[in-house]
């Protein structure tokens, strides 16, 4: 199985920064695209950012300019910096994998548990 394992959310006040961590463990064989999404209560999970094996990067609109998405193949781990924070941001973030596991020719999607990030004064 794999494993994800994310940290870094917390309260922070607007126009701070936070960092989000994000790593991968287990029977890896190899890691395509590392991303972040965030669901609000009643609303659909949506894309915040993803990277690719390759380093192409993703963002939404609401985050360009703001957050960054970087990877750290080595340690199978995926960050998001998070500056200019807004209370808008505030909610659930989940990390998303999409990897090979070893001995297996498919690759699966595989999410975090979720991290909450509260902006507010």
């Known amino acids: 199985q794999v494993q994800l394992v994310e940290s870094g959310g917390g309260l922070v006040q607007p126009g701070g920064s936070l960092r989000l961590s994000c790593a991968a463990s287990?029977?890896?064989?190899?890691?395509?695209?590392m991303g972040w999404y965030r669901q609000a209560p009643g609303k659909e999970r949506e894309l915040v950012a993803t990277?690719?094996?390759?380093?192409?990067?993703n963002y939404a609109d609401s985050v360009k300019g703001r957050f960054t998405i970087s990877r750290d193949n080595a340690k199978n781990t995926v960050y998001l910096q998070m500056n200019s924070l807004k209370p808008e941001d505030t909610t659930v973030y989940y990390c998303?994998?999409?990897?090979?596991?070893?001995?297996?020719?498919?690759?699966?999607?595989?999410w975090g548990q979720g991290t909450q990030v509260t902006v507010s004064s």
């Open positions: 998303n994998v999409k990897a090979r596991r070893l001995g297996s020719i498919s690759e699966y999607s595989y």
């Open positions: 287990g029977s890896i064989f190899s890691i395509n695209t």
């Open positions: 990277i690719t094996s390759g380093g192409i990067t």
